[in-house]
């Protein structure tokens, strides 16, 4: 069956320190990959986009990987600060008609 | 300024009843869907719209109609109100051609459903 899974639901770090989620799918090929960031009450806000052909994107501190043969996206986000908390989801395309799948999210908590 | 609004934020009800959400985007995208979040905080898509032409159209009740005035409003309505229909409903937009999503998508706040 097809899954899109997310590494923890929840991961503690330490300010300064980089945060890595991970997202796994199953049966899925999607050509491309999205990173949301959702914090509490509020709707999912866009990060990147990763296509099937890239390996890797970088924004400011984010980067993102995607490995279409291991399947998997990584979400990286160095010299993390508290502001930096929310609830982060990664989504793909199922490559039939244009609609996104998301995984459940990694609530990420920055400690100062 | 709002890119994405949806009325109302809170919607309380009984079960039975029929109630509509409204969702407007001002950003001039083609494409609005309509997503369903559970209290996993799954995300769903339950509908999409391509310039007034439904294109996603998911294993949704059909109690639960969208409605698409013009390209920049989609409503949704919903009949017979069940207590498992109680989740967070969410609007978005997105640049799309139809029945391709390559582009980002713009979210609304949410509406917090709560059947009684």
């Known amino acids: 069956s097809q899954k899109i899974e997310q590494n923890s639901e929840a991961l503690n770090i330490q300010e300064g320190k980089t945060a890595t989620l991970t997202c796994n799918y199953t049966?899925?090929?999607?050509?491309?990959l999205q990173w949301y960031r959702q914090d509490p009450g509020r709707g999912p806000v866009f990060l990147l986009l990763?296509?099937?052909?890239?390996k890797e994107k970088r924004k400011e501190r984010l980067k993102v990987t995607f490995d279409t043969t291991l399947k998997q996206s990584l979400f990286h986000i160095t010299a993390s600060q508290p502001a930096d908390s929310a609830t982060y989801l990664c989504?793909?395309?199922?490559?039939?008609?244009?609609?996104?799948?998301f995984g459940q999210g990694t609530e990420l908590s920055v400690k100062p | 300024d709002t890119a994405v609004s949806q009325t109302p934020k809170y919607l309380v009800t009984q079960m039975g009843n029929d109630k509509s959400i409204k969702c407007e985007q001002n950003?001039?995208?083609?494409?609005m869907y309509w997503y369903k979040q559970d209290s996993k905080k799954f995300l769903k898509i339950m509908f999409s719209?391509?310039?007034?032409?439904?294109?996603i159209n998911e294993t949704v009740p059909n109690r639960f109609s969208p409605k698409s005035p013009d390209k920049a409003h989609l409503n949704l309505h919903i009949n017979s109100l069940e207590l498992g229909d109680s989740a967070v409903y969410f609007c978005?937009?997105?640049?799309?051609?139809?029945?391709?999503?390559?582009?980002?998508?713009?979210f609304g706040p949410g509406t917090r459903l709560t059947v009684l």
């Open positions: 978005a937009s997105s640049q799309d051609g139809a029945g391709v999503a390559y582009n980002e998508q713009f």
């Open positions: 049966n899925y090929s999607p050509a491309y």
């Open positions: 990763i296509r099937e052909n890239e």
């Open positions: 989504a793909l395309d199922d490559n039939q008609g244009g609609k996104l799948i």
């Open positions: 950003l001039g995208h083609d494409t």
């Open positions: 719209y391509n310039n007034k032409e439904l294109i």
